[in-house]
């Protein structure tokens, strides 16, 4: 029986011919990049981590692997803390080592590619408390692999998992972990808010106010469903690709450059960007420093506020306190 292929909104094709890569290989060996600049490592916070059950926090372990702390649970997001990817050897140190993460209370995939699934890194996550949740099509095989407590979902499909809601929204993008399952399962990102609002003690008797609405933009090519998020969700904060986007001719369908990264931000109309998916990894032509300075001359290009977009450094905790979710107004 022939597998159900899974597309992208209007059909948009992201597939490549060998003699398109051919190409992008040769290119790469005309190249010479300065490769010196390395994202810092910053001492993470970890006895704070490990007891906070209050804050929303967002840790950055590297490439668009996260540890967020959202409702009293702790989060993690395409988890890889593989030392190599195929050749590629990880360019920086995880923020956090895997023993040093605290328990994990759910894990969320965007898609099976192994720079966002490394089943080796979910298997020393994965405990008897933790949820795991997968695009549709990937389930079968999650729970193939041990993963017994799986959940999977569809394009704008809602969960509720503790006082967590959960939404999994489009991306541009594709999926393929060997030579014959080509989009055989999907794709997208995640919106987290609040599952009961009003009730949110801060932990002190007094005001009961809501966490930030946070946005997992997973790993996506520039596209029209970045407004109609924007149109469907009031998001605080989002975690936005900006890297492996060279060259553009061959990536521009499947990853944002970082110009686009920041028209995505404005589009789902976020307060406040986190950069991520550049510099663990060289999975395409472009530097991490090459990443950061398009993304800076993007945001003056368009007169954002330096504060409104935050980069992290591997290990680097942001606590996004309720009373500082609005940087634009």
């Not at 910053?42 to 929303?56: A, E, F, G, S, V």
């Not at 506020?305 to 500082?324: C, M, N, S, W």
Request: aromatic share 10%.
């Amino acid at each position: 029986m022939a597998r159900l292929r899974y597309n992208n909104i209007d059909n948009v094709s992201t597939d490549k011919t060998l003699k398109q890569l051919r190409q992008w290989r040769e290119e790469r060996r005309m190249k010479k990049k300065d490769y010196s600049y390395k994202v810092p490592n910053h001492p993470p916070k970890l006895d704070y981590l490990i007891k906070n059950r209050l804050d929303t926090t967002i840790t950055w372990i590297g490439h668009s692997t996260f540890l967020l702390q959202y409702e009293g649970m702790n989060i993690i997001t395409d988890p890889v803390w593989a030392q190599r990817l195929g050749f590629e050897k990880r360019i920086c140190q995880p923020g956090i080592p895997l023993s040093g993460i605290p328990p994990v209370d759910l894990i969320l995939i965007s898609h099976s590619h192994y720079d966002h699934l490394h089943l080796a890194s979910i298997r020393k996550l994965y405990r008897a408390g933790t949820t795991l949740v997968v695009p549709v099509g990937l389930k079968r095989k999650m729970v193939r692999k041990g993963f017994a407590n799986c959940l999977e979902m569809q394009w704008w499909e809602e969960l509720t998992l503790g006082a967590v809601k959960l939404t999994f929204v489009p991306t541009q993008h594709w999926t393929r972990r060997t030579p014959f399952d080509t989009n055989t399962s999907h794709w997208g990102g995640f919106v987290l808010q609040p599952a009961e609002p009003g009730k949110h003690p801060r932990g002190d008797g007094a005001a009961h106010e809501l966490p930030p609405n946070l946005y997992f933009a997973g790993d996506s090519g520039f596209f029209p469903g970045f407004k109609e998020i924007g149109s469907r969700f009031k998001l605080h904060v989002a975690l936005m690709p900006i890297g492996a986007y060279e060259p553009e001719w061959f990536m521009s369908s499947q990853h944002v450059t970082p110009e686009e990264a920041i028209q995505a931000f404005m589009d789902v109309g976020a307060e406040l960007m986190v950069p991520m998916h550049f510099g663990t990894f060289r999975l395409a032509d472009d530097t991490a420093r090459e990443a950061l300075d398009r993304m800076e001359q993007a945001r003056l290009a368009h007169g954002i506020d330096g504060k409104r977009i935050r980069t992290l450094a591997y290990g680097e905790t942001l606590i996004v306190h309720p009373a500082e979710r609005t940087p634009a107004q």
